[in-house]
């Protein structure tokens, strides 16, 4: 049984539920952030538990494949070397579940700090579904919003 998952959970096959998987916490912060469920199950450490687990037996898949780690610090020697890392698909993975991990962790966090200032909600979807697929932009812009709500600009909280 325990080969047949490992067969299933390919690196395509996790890569695809990973796309799908983000959605529902995405779509609850968006459009229910007040609620309970998203109080315990998004802005909580749950989704960001279950990430790290993929993350986690991604790595042991890799080591096992022999997987060069040392080579994914090459990404700080340039564009080229970024640019080569980014032709390998376990990279490739890697990188994406680190990046879906932070920008639902940055939603989260809006959605707790907005509440914390009382922003409306339907104004803050906004820099929310901008996180999901540009995360630095949104959450600038969240905090430009915010600046207006707190009224005051605090640099470090």
């Known amino acids: ?3 047949q998952i490992y067969t299933y959970f390919t690196t395509e096959m996790i890569f695809m539920w990973l796309n799908i998987g983000v959605l529902p916490f995405w779509l609850v912060l968006i459009i229910f952030p007040q609620s309970q469920i998203c109080r315990v199950f998004i802005t909580s450490i749950f989704p960001i538990l279950i ?3 993929v ?3 991604l790595l042991y898949i890799f080591f096992k494949e022999d997987y060069n780690f040392i080579r994914n610090f090459e990404l700080y020697l340039g564009l080229d070397a970024v640019s080569n890392l980014f032709t390998d698909k376990i990279f490739i993975i890697l990188f994406w579940l680190h990046f879906l991990a932070i920008n639902l962790f940055c939603g989260g966090w809006m959605v707790k700090d907005s509440q914390k200032f009382g922003i409306n909600k339907i104004l803050v979807s ?3 579904l901008i996180t999901y697929f540009i995360g630095p932009i949104g959450l600038t812009l969240y905090w430009i919003i915010r600046i207006f709500y707190a009224k005051r600009i605090n640099l470090y909280d």
């Open 1 to 3: 049984m325990i080969e």
């Open 51 to 53: 990430l790290s687990l």
């Open 55 to 57: 993350y986690t037996y």
């Open 126 to 128: 906004f820099p929310l």
